[in-house]
């Protein structure tokens, strides 16, 4: 009997960790990156990520580079469109993106990543170790996966202006935002050995994905639609800014010149303009600034037929009251976590963007930490304890038996 309870607990000992790190993360990222990024600009990269778990959970999903010889020197930021904001691995965990798998399906979708040239991990173009981190929000377990990619110089073309023009935030409220103007009393970052400024354009927040209606219950090719809502109290000249759906085949909107958005008001872009599907087994949509930087973003998973997507107190709901260029109604919601993304893109032909199959399997990562075991292991003991005596019990009784 003594045998029988030190091979049960062995077994205990040896599964119970097990079970608590049965997570893998895989990513497919781009080739190189731009060194050209900071906390308030920069080139974003796109990297596809994959989570996948025994149990479903909230991941903090971080990412960063480093030197190949120095891990310590990390630097970069990830798009969080949850807080609509960029953050860096050494902000808290509570102001990381946050993802949340489904079980074995896991979680896919792309993030934005872009490098921090402030930081002292960055010498200048080369070769540096991309790091994707998921850490578990309720038991701290760790998942991680790493890639060699290269950070290239930023094009000198597209980083200089006229020395006499210079771009500024407009504070005059009978002006529009972006609007360039003919003074020097804006003090620039840097000055170029050239004598020439770099570009310093300024665009507004404010500007947010309201709604959308990737299936409606009429032609999808006619009757699809994004919206737009300027939180600002001042109009906002969206001139070059962009529109992009998130999975599959990207497809990219730039907003034609000469378009503004009035405060507190709405705008609302159609299928036929802008031929962005939006797939009804999910998709999502990103605003972009000309910049290149995503200022809002939003996913979503299966659409209900004639519903809309809303951003309503901070959440995003569905809603059967189609609220087109007025205030969001909604209508018996369903509360969906914010920034889910799809894996796949059904009504597109995959191309490059998508993740790969192979990609997943060759990357999927060893877990690097887990969570404290004791907690299943006394409870394991307990139940061997109680069994044991449940079977000298039995014996005892039979032996006794057997005697009379």
Known sequence: MNKFILFFLIAVLYITPLHH??????????????GDGNQTGGTPGIINVKVVGEDPGTFYLKAYFYPSDNP????????NPNSNSWVSTWQSNAEQLQITTTGIEGWQGDISVKTDIEKSGYTGPGEYTLKV????????????????????????????SSQNTNTTTNTNQNLTFNQTVNNNTQTPA?????????????????????EILPNPK????TDEWIELYNSNNIDVDLSGWQLQDRAGTITTYTIPSVTKIMAGG?????????KIMLNNDGDGVNLIDPNKKIVDSVGFLNAPLGQSYNKYNGDWSWSTTLTQSNKNIIASPVVIKKSTTPSTKAEKPANNSNIKAQDLTAGLSQPVSGTNPWPLFLIALGITIILAVAVLIIKFK???????
């Not at 840097?190 to 309201?210: C, W």
């Open 218 to 221: 009429g032609a999808d090719e």
């Open 21 to 34: 790190i049965m997570a893998a993360i895989a990513i497919t990222p781009p080739s190189s990156f731009v």
């Open 133 to 160: 981190r998921a850490v578990s929000v309720s038991t701290t377990r760790t998942v991680e996966i790493s890639a060699k990619v290269t950070i290239t110089q930023p094009n000198a073309t597209t980083q200089t």
């Open 398 to 404: 039979l032996n006794n038996h057997v005697r009379t």
């Open 266 to 274: 709405y705008l609302v872009f159609k299928r036929p303009d802008t």
């Open 72 to 79: 310590k020197k990390r630097f970069g930021y990830v798009w």
């Open 190 to 210: 840097k000055t170029a050995e050239n004598g020439s400024l770099p570009a310093l354009t300024v665009y507004p927040t404010g500007i947010f994905i309201n």
